[in-house]
């Protein structure tokens, strides 16, 4: 390993360490080495030669080894694809330039309605002006903790919405790593607010994020233990309690279709219909929950399980019309869906319309969503010009050539 891999190793273990809230001295005893050779390899100044000391590191820190080792996030050139991944990290760690909403004059209503403005642009797919107010919005939430105290309930909840908010971006821009401790952040704060369907709804995300970390048993686990938590409080069952606990049950059906467990997901999927009927098309609590949010994770379940063929069924009768206007990530996953569906079964000129109507009406979740660059990047490996000769282009745009 030459000193320039060295020192970005040690960094990739030092930002892990940060965002985790741990100190050298702590995280150099959880895994059995001094303070001394953790501040060694974090200055670049030694590597970490045991692959079962790597392995340790990262179960400690709770990342994926890919983190430490730097496989992960990046493109093809080595930048991060999404710009302003760095900055929300830099502002995470409590690092970066003080913005408009970083001061202590700034009060917490308006970062709550700040966090709810740039969750809104999260759902339209408007990522680059999410990621434009994230990392101030991040400080201005930190800012107000200490402000206010730890023990503040109000507090503690707007720094859960606007953590929840930034997981729910990155999660979406390829960045896994940062999006998980995001939602960690957001779940911890949600219970430290005494608010109960807070905390369920971090719940709620940070079960998708588990699952993305191909932990789909302990994913489907949190999912059912809060959505089990919050049926205790059904006794009067408002509609965002409603849309929270049906989209409890989306999680645990995705979990449980990425474990393979037809059964289990398509019971899950069948619950949440009949919850679905009862709320309606909604966006409570930001869930996006109703019938068609249902179908389209049936779809997504059906990829997971190899079955394209149901997916594409199931699709094609999808009104997504009925969805509510400002759900376009929402609309927008359904063509992708569908596209992945079509590639799967080889049918590459339809897959590559479905990826152009996907991308005008959301040309960033094309470009930043990975699994959308996985797909190109499968249809170019069997690339027929003359049947698919908008490929190429849409490919470049998405910055996968």
């Not at 970390?213 to 309690?241: C, F, G, N, V, Y």
């Not at 068609?292 to 997504?320: C, F, M, W, Y």
Request: with cysteine; hydrophobic share 45%.
């Amino acid at each position: 390993m030459t000193p320039s891999d060295r020192e970005a190793a040690g960094q990739r273990i030092a930002r892990a360490r940060r965002r985790r809230g741990l100190s050298q001295a702590v995280l150099a005893g959880l895994v059995g080495r001094s303070e001394s050779w953790l501040s060694q390899v974090e200055r670049g100044k030694r590597s970490v030669d045991s692959h079962s000391v790597l392995l340790r590191l990262a179960e400690v820190m709770r990342v994926d080894i890919e983190e430490l080792t730097g496989s992960a996030d990046r493109d093809e050139t080595g930048r991060r694809a999404y710009p302003a991944a760095s900055l929300i990290e830099q502002a995470m760690m409590g690092n970066g330039v003080p913005g408009p909403l970083d001061g202590s004059g700034v009060t917490l209503d308006f970062l709550r309605s700040q966090a709810s403005s740039v969750y809104q642009a999260y759902q339209a797919t408007r990522y680059d002006a999410a990621g434009r107010i994230l990392p101030g919005l991040i400080r201005g939430a930190e800012t107000g903790v200490r402000t206010t105290g730890t023990a503040s309930p109000a507090a503690c909840a707007v720094r859960a919405r606007v953590y929840d908010t930034t997981a729910a971006v990155l999660s979406r821009v390829g960045e896994p790593f940062l999006a998980w401790a995001a939602a960690d952040r957001a779940m911890f704060a949600a219970g430290q607010s005494g608010d109960p369907l807070l905390a369920a709804a971090s719940a709620w995300r940070m079960s998708y994020m588990i699952t993305g970390r191909k932990h789909p048993q302990e994913a489907l686990d949190l999912a059912m233990a809060a959505s089990a938590a919050l049926e205790r409080r059904m006794q009067r069952p408002t509609p965002e309690r409603l849309s929270v606990y049906g989209a409890l049950h989306l999680a645990a059906a995705t979990a449980a279709a990425a474990s393979f467990d037809r059964a289990t997901a398509q019971s899950l999927l069948a619950t949440a219909r009949g919850i679905a009927d009862r709320t309606g098309e909604a966006n409570h609590m930001g869930t996006a929950f109703g019938p068609v949010n249902v179908a389209i994770h049936a779809i997504s379940a059906s990829l997971k399980l190899g079955d394209p063929r149901t997916a594409t069924q199931t699709g094609e009768a999808l009104d997504i019309a009925a969805m509510p206007i400002g759900l376009v990530g929402r609309r927008t996953q359904v063509d992708l869906d569908l596209a992945r569906a079509y590639a799967m079964t080889r049918k590459d000129a339809a897959a590559v319309n479905l990826l152009l109507a996907a991308e005008r009406l959301s040309p960033q979740l094309v470009r930043y969503d990975p699994a959308t660059r996985d797909v190109l990047t499968e249809l170019l490996r069997r690339e027929h010009r003359p049947s698919t000769p908008e490929l190429r282009p849409l490919a470049r745009r998405a910055g996968v050539i």
